[in-house]
T-cell receptor
Framework: IAGITQAPTSQILAAGRRMTLRCTQDMRHNAMYWYRQDLGLGLRLIHYSNTAGTTGKGEVPDGYSVSRANTDDFPLTLASAVPSQTSVYFC????FGTGLHEQFFGPGTRLTVL | KNQVEQSPQSLIILEGKNCTLQCNYTVSPFSNLRWYKQDTGRGPVSLTIMTFSENTKSNGRYTATLDADTKQSSLHITASQLSDSASYICVVSANSYGGATNKLIFGTGTLLAVQP
């Protein structure tokens, strides 16, 4: 089934540790995104990529980095996790980054930083 | 400040009944408005996307309306089913976030529970 996969499904992490959340899409979409969802807040954009080889900062990029080496994969790295990064992380993709293109979301990764 | 506010925060209805969810926004420059359904433990799924010139759009039992003058939108669910239990998120797109992409501003959602 075409779509977006994320790994891991959930993770408990000690503060200060490095963590990479994986995201893969098989729809050949050009644009990909990382969001975090926290209780009482709407989804917030962390980083985005409009095409392979390019990335951009979203609303809350501090403490996170991304890379886009190819079309399908868009990993999100926490270099040194802090408790405030406890959240549910969603990866999404769309055919292009502008206009009316629908964003398709992955199932999410629930991350707890202790 | 770009904001999207939804009401009510939560709603309980009986199976078979209709309901309407509200969304008010202050987003500029406006590009489009989207409604998403998010089941518990899952990612959001798009229901409708409307541009400035569209007043209404339907997707099965879901009908979204948009009043760009008052900056309000509603999502009407007809003949509710147990599977409609979910969070419904209003999302407004602003043109050119940093000149590179559309910025989506997400509401916090309305949590709907449909009871038998």
């Amino acid at each position: 089934i075409a779509g977006i996969t994320q790994a891991p499904t959930s993770q408990i992490l000690a503060a200060g540790r490095r963590m990479t959340l994986r995201c893969t899409q098989d729809m050949r979409h050009n644009a990909m995104y990382w969001y975090r969802q926290d209780l009482g807040l709407g989804l917030r954009l962390i980083h985005y990529s409009n095409t392979a080889g390019t990335t951009g900062k979203g609303e809350v990029p501090d403490g996170y980095s991304v890379s886009r080496a190819n079309t399908d994969d868009f990993p999100l790295t926490l270099a040194s996790a802090v408790p405030s990064q406890t959240s549910v992380y969603f990866c999404a993709s769309s055919e292009f980054g502008t206009g009316l293109h629908e964003q398709f979301f992955g199932p999410g990764t629930r991350l707890t930083v202790l | 400040k770009n904001q999207v506010e939804q009401s009510p925060q939560s709603l309980i209805i009986l199976e078979g009944k209709n309901c309407t969810l509200q969304c008010n926004y202050t987003v500029s420059p406006f590009s489009n408005l989207r409604w998403y359904k998010q089941d518990t433990g899952r990612g959001p799924v798009s229901l409708t996307i409307m541009t400035f010139s569209e007043n209404t759009k339907s997707n099965g039992r879901y009908t979204a309306t948009l009043d760009a003058d008052t900056k309000q939108s509603s999502l009407h669910i007809t003949a509710s089913q147990l599977s409609d239990s979910a969070s419904y998120i209003c999302v407004v797109s602003a043109n050119s976030y940093g000149g590179a992409t559309n910025k989506l501003i997400f509401g916090t959602g309305t949590l709907l529970a449909v009871q038998p």
